[in-house]
Each structure stands twice: as structure tokens, then as C-alpha cells.
């Protein structure tokens, strides 16, 4: 029937929709103090934009069909591609580095599970033009003041970070031989969430030695920059490919987010496209999924549109982030706002309660009346419901003195203003 919607698909009614405006309205107030402009592209794109790029987990959870006119589309997943895309076909007009943020709602046929729906919104904050480490820092602080402005502190999220190129050139060094690389970051990627033997059968049918398959589950237990340190010590040219992650990580504590970051080779992420420095958020009591993700995709926009600029971003979703707000009794009331709500005493007093109801709201007050005749008492009631912090009498006798009785709901003490004052928009004594 028509009472539900489809499975994984959510019904913002209005205190859904104040949380995610409350979501929105920090994403968007953490953009703009860096800097970041907001940008859209098409729900709808070609499918090949992500078969191409995105990597097989998210190509196998695509909302795809045929369009009228034979082309292959699909919704949008994520938002990368398409940024890739804009990006590329305006590079050259464009002063870099670019900063950029989007807020799509994103579509994934996704297994139901907790924190995972078919459809959810993603700030996307991505920074294009700078392949340095200051960017990797910049977009990773933003996703922490993000965390920081929703009232979440260093006992409520963390940052676990890692770098492809690191983990990669130590796992050539470990024997992993180039062809089985993907295979081993899977592996990494699983790591605390499937049983070694499993993970490492898998790595020897991938033609790793059972050695290197050890070497390779040793280096996803790597937490913390001195362990990093020690690893990397150990290995040919090691400490010159780790530069760019300590880099990341001290301009981090120079900003005084420090506390919130982790080094853990075991953070790999799905999509195909990443590089470089890759990090997720986690609630820190490991309950929910996790809140964010991103990284440097340095080769993408080369292989989408010709021009070869870096980039580094995250996506951060609005469900996690909304049940750990919940979770943390972060969630903001659903305040009334109705500053005033105009109570006609008879029918006679209609009239003057639509002029001042609209005279009122010319000048930004939030106004609500009765829409037909009632007692004053049912009114009295409608307004308390609805939050309203004044209540206007106007009856006979306010319409004679032309002034109201404005009774302050919050107080219940009373006051008389004059028409002409709240033909100026004021309530108050
Ligand atoms: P992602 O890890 O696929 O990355 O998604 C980022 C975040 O979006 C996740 O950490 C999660 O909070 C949220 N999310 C993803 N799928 C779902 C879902 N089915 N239901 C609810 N929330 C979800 C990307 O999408 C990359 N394109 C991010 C990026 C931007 N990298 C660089 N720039």
C-alpha cells in the first residue's frame, strides 16, 4: 500500500528536517571559515562516469537504468566523479587552488544495516590544485571543526589517518609483488573485521608468499606515529615516503586539533581512485560506522578530463552523524518560533487581526492566528501549542482604545501596545 516509503528511504517530517538543517548549517558555516564555495552538479549522470572510476563496491550498489533516449544513467553515489568532471572542463579558467563544497543527497542500493541507507546527504569539502600536505591538513581539520561545531569533542570522534603511498611502498618491501597490491589493501581494509586466516589464504591464492601475506597483516596493526616511525626506519627509503603523512599530522597538532588524530595503516578506504592520504572518522567507542571518509585522488581529474591537478576531500554522510547526535543528546529541540499569535476576540475583530498579522510579518515578526471563529480560551491553547511567546488580544475594546493586550507566554505577565507601535513591528512594553 502507500503508507510506507520504499526501504532505505527516509521521510524527513519537521523535526527530521530541523536536525538536518541544524547538520547543514554547521557543514555550511565550517565551509565558508575555510574558505570553501558551494557548488552542485545533476542527480542523474552517465553510468560509465562511475563504472570507470569509482571502484567495484559502490559500482555493484548502483541505482542504474536505461533512459528514454537509450543512454545508460545511474544515480548519483557519490559526488567525486561528477566534481572531477566540473573541475575538468573549467581547469584552466580556474585560480588554484580550488575550494569547493557540495551537500548532495546520494542514492546506493545498500544491504539495510544500521547507519547505511539507499539514500543519504554528503557535505563534500574538496580542495584541487595543491599536492602538498598543508592540503591533506586543511581538508582533515575541516572535517574535525565539523565535528567540534556539532558540540562532538576528542571523547566523542577521532581521526584515523594512513597513506597509500606508504603502505604501498611497504608492502613492496615486505614482497608483495605489484600485481597482488589491490588484493593485499583489501586485506588491510578487513583487517579487524574478518578472521587473519581467512585474509591470508586469500593473499597466498593472490600469489603472495605466505611470508609477505604475515609481513602484510603485521603492517594493519601499525596505530600511532612512533610505531609508524620504527616500521619505516626498517625499510629502504622509508622515512623519505612517510614524509608527507608526518607532515599531515604535525600541521594538524599546529592547529591544535592533534588530540583527535590516530596513524592506522589499516585505514585503506573502497574507492578505487585514492593516491595518498587517506583518513576516516569514527565515533570514539567504535559503535557506529564510520561518520566520514576521503583522501588525496591525485590521478583522477588527469584520467576524467585531460588536465592533471590533485586533489583531496571527504564525504561525510548526515545518518551516522545523526544517530551519534542523538546517541549524545546533541540534537536540538524543535524550538517554536512564533513570536506571536493574534487572537480575534469576536468575528467583528478579524479584520484588524489580518492587518496587524500582516503589518507585523512586514517587519520580520513570525505571526499565526486562528483561521475561523473560536473561543479565546481554544486560541490561548493553539498558541501555548505551537510555542508562541506572545499572545495579541484584540477585541471591542482593544479595537476602541486602538491598542492590544499582549500577554508574554512565557511569563503570563501582561502588557498593553499600541497599534501604531505594532504597525512599527513591536511587541514589547
Ligand atoms: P565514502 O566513504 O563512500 O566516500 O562515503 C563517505 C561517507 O558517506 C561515509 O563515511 C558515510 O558517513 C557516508 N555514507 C556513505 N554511504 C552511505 C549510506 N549508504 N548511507 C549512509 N551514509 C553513507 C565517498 O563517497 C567519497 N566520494 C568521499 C570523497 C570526497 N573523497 C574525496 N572527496
Given amino acids: ?128 590544485g595543491e599536492p602538498g600536505p598543508l592540503a591533506d591538513a586543511e581538508i582533515i581539520g575541516a572535517s574535525i571543526d565539523v565535528m567540534r561545531g556539532l558540540g562532538l569533542g576528542v571523547g566523542d570522534v577521532r581521526v584515523r589517518i594512513s597513506d597509500r603511498r606508504v603502505v604501498s611502498h611497504l608492502l613492496r618491501r615486505a614482497g608483495v609483488p605489484d600485481t597482488a597490491l589491490p588484493d593485499a589493501l583489501v586485506a588491510l581494509d578487513k583487517i579487524d573485521r574478518e578472521p587473519h586466516d581467512r585474509l591470508r589464504a586469500r593473499l597466498t591464492t593472490s600469489g603472495v608468499s605466505t611470508e609477505a601475506a604475515n609481513r602484510t597483516l603485521e603492517l594493519g596493526a601499525v596505530r600511532g606515529a612512533d610505531a609508524l616511525r620504527d616500521t619505516l626506519r626498517g625499510v629502504p627509503d622509508g622515512e623519505e615516503t612517510g614524509e608527507g603523512l608526518f607532515a599531515c599530522v604535525d600541521a594538524l ?124 480560551g481554544k486560541q490561548l491553547k493553539l498558541a501555548a501549542a505551537r510555542g508562541a511567546r506572545h499572545a495579541v488580544i484584540v477585541g471591542p475594546d482593544e479595537r476602541a482604545a486602538e491598542e492590544g493586550l499582549v500577554r508574554n507566554l512565557e511569563t503570563g505577565s501582561e502588557h498593553r501596545v499600541t497599534f501604531a507601535r505594532m504597525h512599527n513591528g513591536r511587541l514589547e512594553a
Fill in 1 to 128: 500500500m502507500h503508507g510506507q516509503g520504499l526501504p532505505g528511504f527516509r521521510d524527513f517530517y519537521p523535526e527530521e528536517t530541523a536536525l538536518r538543517n541544524h547538520i547543514f548549517g554547521v557543514w555550511r558555516s565550517v565551509a565558508a571559515r575555510y574558505g570553501f564555495v558551494e557548488y552542485d552538479g545533476p542527480p542523474l549522470e552517465a553510468l560509465e562516469l562511475y563504472t570507470e572510476k569509482s571502484g567495484d563496491e559502490i559500482v555493484a550498489q548502483l541505482y542504474t537504468f536505461e533512459d528514454k533516449g537509450g543512454r545508460q544513467v545511474a544515480l548519483r553515489p557519490e559526488m567525486t566523479p561528477s566534481l572531477a568532471r566540473m573541475v575538468a572542463a573549467r581547469a584552466r579558467g580556474m585560480k588554484k587552488p580550488i575550494r569547493w563544497f557540495s551537500i548532495p543527497q546520494l542514492f546506493r542500493y545498500e544491504r539495510q544495516q544500521r547507519g547505511r541507507l539507499r539514500e543519504h546527504y554528503q557535505l563534500n569539502m574538496d580542495l584541487i
Fill in 253 to 376: 597538532g599546529a592547529m591544535g586539533l592533534g588530540d583527535f588524530v590516530d596513524i592506522d595503516l589499516s585505514i585503506v578506504r573502497g574507492l578505487a581512485y585514492y593516491t595518498g592520504i587517506v583518513f576516516e572518522l569514527f565515533d570514539a567507542r567504535g559503535t557506529f560506522r564510520a561518520i566520514c571518509g576521503g583522501g588525496r585522488y591525485d590521478g583522477l581529474l588527469e584520467r576524467l578530463g585531460g588536465v592533471d591537478l590533485p586533489g583531496t576531500g571527504f564525504g561525510m554522510g548526515d545518518v551516522v552523524l545523526g544517530e551519534l547526535l542523538r546517541d549524545r543528546d546533541l540534537v536540538p529541540t524543535l524550538a517554536g518560533n512564533i513570536d506571536a499569535f493574534l487572537i480575534a476576540v469576536s468575528a467583528d475583530d478579524m479584520p484588524t487581526v489580518l492587518e496587524l498579522a500582516h503589518v507585523l510579518r512586514e517587519h520580520g515578526r513570525d505571526v499565526e492566528f486562528a483561521l475561523k471563529e473560536q473561543a479565546v
